[in-house]
């Protein structure tokens, strides 16, 4: 693995940091401080801030040094946590990740110096700084007076200042190094509290011929003189918790020939490096008794070339046992310990390109079809259900399922990414509308096909600046209203009837309709004598240009956002329904549908079509009798079950392919689930059976069509259209409460 490599992956863990730290600052704002959320936060940045020292990232590490600080007066005391603080700190979140990026690209980042002033002021690290800078001039200042004690003798004193001595085991794992931690930054850091002595424990170390990469061989046995207590020592390892073995004893002195002084063992390294005693490869690894004692020093050696490069050891993709990173093992004899091969073989992670997987997921859809297809000619050969052959099929169909699961995980990611950005798109809102608004996550563990990650970007960047700068009132407004000062905005996620459905919701004034069709018949979008219903009237945000705004801003006013969205959400095949309370708020859904996928499909026949109903969206089903039928109004239909009014969806004369049914009670009913919008009952002819289908997108292939989610292949070939239940459900008109209800027999 290249040095490259190893910062990509420093990134990737970036990103997973920076997330948590969102994350636990917004359960701090919201819920209040709790230690260990806030210790949480504080690893995250503590990480960064020793990865980035490990590349030599000096402005990140400049940064994230200050808003560790800030965070440990916080962890210190929780009762520092105030609204000023944690706004402070939630900018800080987004100067980091700024910064961040700017080291992942190359390019120079901005000047962190005014925000990192404020955090200083903020939590009173600048004063912290003066009162060292104090004693520092104070100590500068001092004038030394000499005093003749005349010959005192000897008194005993010891050579070594007098201090506690304590004796370190540190074996440091593979996952230590490909996180770009160098053992040597720990030493240095250890040096500056005493007298340091470094033993290099290369017992593990193999032959060269077997050593590996992906390994971590070496351990390391230190002796340090201190007046420092143990938490100090442990304090310089807490970043490294868990990604080494680590023994910390206190002891008495250690003996002369227990290792050489840091400075001599760094000497020993650069003497090394220069040339002399490199080892034969066939010594590398041997027990140190059998190695000439003009061998030299192999360790030293892979060390200090490996210090040349910048790179501290080995990378490797381990991860190691927990329990393993914090042992005691004071009473264990050493050589015991050097006897012992520790086998830390975890999961481990590749980069694959996003085409490959896309390939291996197309395959797999063609792999479902041929079963089915193989299903369909071994029904029509006649063979029975304990026939060899059907027994075989019935092998292959799990093997198909358990590998199709796999598959599909592969591609499969949560949306909490994309909805941690939303986050400062609020603040950075709040920040130029003068407004105050929180975030609220529901379902951002969500899966989404990763080809629809990227395009949800845009449209809820819209959606979330719309929500706050015309949605969110100002705090006074609010107050006068009985409102909290704070705003929220709650973004969900959910899965439904084979659709992702994410939501948008704020608490601020909902939409002024009145205002909203006296722009659009300022702007000629509608006539003046038009009759809108409430729905038309809120659909008009999405029209092109419009825009409530009476002037234009960085944020709004040009009538371009939801026009973005609908055209994005459209080109994504989804759909964008809107639904506002004035005074209390509005709902912005969007429905998008399935990709590349497998699902477990219902095989429905309806006026001579094969349709298909994912399994996960009926509820049940039943045939109906004479007498389960009401009539609701002239011509819609509901059906009485388990206590509850269910409407009659006839499904064929909702497509559009079939007259207009008479006699109800020919045909099964399956009552489907249409996510918020209710139930209904689809009326068909028969049902055939169930089986996986693979989703192919109609609107990639032909355009979109309205209550169609998506097109399958069947095992005989066939197309079939997959329903889109959620659609269906909410655009059929019968509504049960508003009615008289009259039985209907026969």
Not at 147 to 163: C, E, K, N, Q, S
Not at 495 to 510: F, L, T, Y
Request: net charge negative; with cysteine.
């Amino acid at each position: 693995m290249s040095l490259d490599d190893i910062k990509e992956t420093f990134f990737a863990e970036c990103a997973d940091q920076m997330a948590e730290l969102e994350t636990g600052l917004h359960e701090i704002q919201s819920s209040g401080p709790d230690i260990d959320t806030v210790n949480a936060v504080f690893r995250a940045v503590h990480s960064i801030k020793g990865g980035a020292g490990a590349f030599g990232f000096s402005a990140l590490v400049s940064f994230a040094h200050v808003f560790e600080n800030a965070l440990d007066v916080i962890r210190n005391d929780l009762n520092q946590v105030n609204e000023d603080r944690m706004d402070l700190l939630l900018r800080s979140v987004d100067v980091l990740s700024d910064v961040i990026e700017a080291e992942r690209t190359g390019s120079e980042p901005d000047d962190t110096s005014g925000l990192a002033n404020e955090l200083e002021t903020a939590f009173g690290l600048s004063e912290a700084a003066e009162e060292a800078d104090d004693e520092d001039d104070a100590l500068a200042d001092f004038a030394p007076v000499m005093i003749d004690l005349g010959d005192l003798g000897d008194l005993g004193v010891p050579d070594t200042p007098a201090g506690r001595r304590f004796h370190i085991s540190f074996a440091p794992h593979a996952s230590l190094y490909l996180k770009g931690h160098d053992p040597l930054r720990f030493f240095r850091e250890l040096a500056d509290m005493g007298t340091l002595f470094v033993t290099c424990d290369s017992a593990d170390l193999p032959k060269l011929s077997e050593l590996s990469p992906d390994e971590s061989y070496l351990k390391w046995q230190l002796d340090l003189e201190t007046e420092s207590a143990r938490e100090d020592i442990e304090a310089v390892f807490d970043w490294v918790d868990g990604e080494c073995a680590l023994s910390i004893e206190e002891t008495g002195a250690p003996a002369a020939d227990d290792g050489a002084s840091l400075d001599a063992f760094l000497q020993s390294l650069d003497e090394t490096e220069s040339g002399g005693g490199i080892p034969d490869i066939d010594d590398f690894g041997q027990d140190p008794e059998t190695v000439p004692a003009d061998a030299g020093n192999p360790v030293a050696d892979l060390i200090g070339s490996l210090e040349a490069a910048d790179i501290a050891a080995p990378a490797a993709q381990a991860e190691p046992d927990a329990e393993a990173g914090n042992s005691d093992e004071g009473s264990e004899d050493a050589g015991a310990r050097a006897g012992k091969k520790e086998v830390k073989k975890a999961s481990q992670t590749i980069r694959v390109e996003s085409e490959k997987v896309d390939r291996l997921i197309n395959l797999m859809g063609e792999l479902v079809i041929n079963q089915a297809m193989l299903a369909e000619r071994i029904g029509q050969a006649g063979f029975g259900n304990a026939s060899p052959a059907a027994l075989a099929l019935v092998e292959l169909q799990n093997l198909t399922r358990e590998i199709q699961s796999g598959v599909m995980a592969i591609r499969a990611q949560p949306v909490k990414p994309v909805f941690m950005r939303m986050s400062r798109i609020i603040r950075e809102v709040c920040s130029a509308t003068g407004k105050k608004a929180m975030l609220e996550l529901e379902g951002e563990h969500t899966e989404v096909d990763t080809t629809v990650i990227e395009g949800l970007i845009d449209p809820l960047t819209h959606m979330i600046r719309n929500a706050v700068d015309h949605g969110i009132e100002d705090p006074e407004t609010r107050q006068s209203k009985g409102k909290p000062t704070h705003g929220t905005v709650k973004l969900s996620a959910y899965h439904s009837s084979g659709r992702i459905v994410i939501e948008i919701k704020d608490d601020g004034a909902g939409i002024n309709r009145e205002r909203v069709l006296n722009k659009a018949i300022e702007k000629g979008i509608v006539a003046r004598d038009a009759k809108l219903s409430d729905d038309d009237i809120d659909n008009l945000i999405f029209a092109a240009g419009f825009s409530t705004a009476e002037t234009i801003t960085d944020v709004s006013g040009r009538g371009v956002g939801m026009d973005v969205v609908r055209q994005s959400i459209q080109a994504l095949g989804g759909r964008v329904n809107i639904s506002s309370e004035p005074g209390h708020g509005s709902l912005f859904s969007m429905s998008l549908p399935l990709t590349l996928a497998v699902l477990d499909g219902m095989i429905v026949k309806e006026a001579g079509q094969t349709l298909v109903l994912p399994v996960s969206a009926v509820l049940e089903t039943a045939t109906l009798k004479p007498g389960d039928v009401y009539t609701i109004g002239k011509n819609n239909r509901v059906v009485k079950m388990r206590n509850q009014l269910i409407p009659i969806i006839d499904v064929g004369r909702q497509l559009g392919f079939a007259d207009k049914r008479t006699d109800f009670t020919k045909g099964t009913i399956m009552v489907v689930e249409g996510g918020k919008n209710g139930m209904g009952a689809f009326l068909v002819d028969s049902i055939e059976g169930q089986q996986q289908v693979v989703i192919k997108s109609l609107e990639s292939n032909y355009k979109r069509v309205p209550s169609i989610a998506a097109a399958t292949i069947l095992g005989n070939g066939q197309i079939a259209l997959i329903l889109d239940c959620d659609h269906i459900v909410s655009h059929q008109t019968s509504d049960p409460s508003d009615a008289v209800i009259q039985s209907m027999a026969g």
